[in-house]
């Protein structure tokens, strides 16, 4: 039988989920694929329409028919195929499928407006989704769903009951707090976490949001070691203040082994309600920007402010940015979940060489490479003038270390002393073909 695990993926592209349009394989639904004797695939629902599965299961068997020769082909397809590892047991994660960290440099970004818009409106489709905010000193679900004080009850396990609001569960710990600030210690924050994390009766989830705290301390790190998450989304304005923390956000989760899916650049424009003309209050092409410098996929383009929110979240929401950004990440996770085609590296005294799964690969002379870096040390983040040039680094530079930042960028510590880039595969690419 002359059939591998890549081609039956290449063959399920052609089976869709009827809910997004997308297909199965980018959606992460293909779980297991193995090929022995025999093949056996498995699928697990992801959308709310359990209805489809006789069509996913018939449209699966047609798209690997004619590889398999005649051969048996086991199909499982199930709302779930396994139980959330967890630190701690029992745990109220143990039924949700995947948990999606929303995150960000710095505060007042708009973090948690976009989590709550994206849970919301994918709960109005009909998943079964939750929202934690984790924000131990500022807590923003609260406000946003103009639940201040409700009263949290407990289930027969002692798990507390989310509050749920037109079928979105929400927790936070300004349910518990109110109006009073959270005067606590690192050690206190680090417990209260892992209670929210672990003591809330989520039940069955599709997914789980979890709105993180800005910047990159005790909370982020009690969460990523507590649990395992299946993708970060970074938040951030096209301000330069903005979006230099992004990079301390992505190398945060790179090295607790949590996918970054991409950025969302929020507050990105103001469309005027008047004249419908859009303008870029705080500059434009910050997007490319990021694209450049970092590697990872720009999510969306959020404009300054939703009409349709109104103050709160506690009504149905229309807006097409942001659902198109909530389908963006579902694909980003499915993507994910089926791994990461990550390039070998490899280095000597001149040259860096990257090599990919497929067979591409490219040669970079190791000083031309150094000079291209865009982080702030190198390029004027205001301006974007190059401040260090080819003929300012050392001949003889070379990699010390290397490490893969998800599927879209290199981090690189250099002989010079500099580890503050990123090096997008992109970048790596243009460098190498300008010889």
């Known amino acids: 039988m002359d059939v591998t695990r890549e081609k039956i993926l290449n063959a399920l592209k052609s089976v ?11 959606l992460g639904m293909v779980r297991n694929v193995t090929v022995d004797d025999r093949v056996s695939i498995g699928i697990e629902l992801t959308t709310p329409s359990a209805a489809d599965a006789g069509r996913i299961e018939r449209e699966t068997r047609e798209a690997v028919g004619s590889l398999t020769d005649g051969a048996e082909v086991d199909i499982e397809i199930s709302p779930k195929l396994g139980p959330r590892k967890t630190q701690q047991d ?72 989310p509050v749920d609001v037109d ?21 206190m924050v680090t417990n209260y976490v892992n209670q929210f994390l672990h ?48 990079g301390k956000a992505m190398l945060m989760f790179d090295r607790v082994s949590v996918p970054v899916l991409g950025v969302v650049e929020n507050m990105a424009y103001f469309q005027c309600p008047d004249c419908g003309s859009r303008h870029a209050v705080f500059g434009e092409g910050a997007a490319e920007r990021l694209k450049e410098r970092f590697g990872t996929p720009i999510l969306a383009q959020l404009p ?5 929110y109104g103050g709160t979240m506690d009504h ?90 998800g599927n879209y960028a290199l981090y690189i510590k250099w002989s010079d002393g500099h580890a503050t880039g990123f090096f997008p595969y992109t970048l790596i690419k243009e460098v190498a073909q300008e010889g």
């Open 316 to 405: 149905d929401l229309e807006d097409e940015a942001v659902d198109a950004l909530a389908t963006r990440v579902l694909t980003s996770v499915g993507e994910f979940a089926l791994g990461l085609e990550k390039p070998e590296v490899d280095y000597d005294e001149k040259e860096l060489r990257l090599t990919w799964p497929s067979g591409e690969t490219l040669s970079v002379e190791n000083r031309k490479l150094r000079s291209s870096c865009q982080c702030a040390v190198c390029v004027d983040e205001h301006s974007g003038e190059r401040k260090v040039h080819y003929e300012d680094i050392d001949p003889d530079v070379k990699p010390e270390e290397t490490r893969p930042l």
């Open 167 to 187: 079928g979105l569960k929400l927790m936070s710990f300004g349910f518990v707090l109110g109006e009073a600030p959270a005067v606590m210690r690192g050690p």
């Open 199 to 246: 003591a809330v009766g989520w039940g069955e989830l599709d997914y789980l949001f979890l709105d993180l705290p800005p910047g990159t301390g005790d909370v982020q790190l009690t969460i990523t070691q507590q649990v395992k998450l299946d993708g970060a989304v970074v938040v951030t304005t096209p301000q330069a203040l903005s979006f230099a923390d992004v």
């Open 16 to 26: 869709n989920d009827t809910e997004i349009g997308a297909n199965i394989v980018s």
């Open 90 to 161: 029992p745990s109220g994660l143990a039924g949700v499928k995947n948990i999606i960290a929303v995150a960000s440099g710095k505060g007042g970004v708009g973090k948690s407006t976009v989590a709550a818009a994206m849970a919301k409106l994918l709960a109005q489709r009909g998943y079964k989704v939750g929202l934690l905010d984790t924000d131990i000193f500022g807590p923003s679900v609260p406000s946003l769903f103009n639940r201040h004080r409700p009263e949290l009850e407990a289930d027969p396990q002692q798990m507390a009951i």
């Open 304 to 308: 300054l402010a939703h009409d349709t």
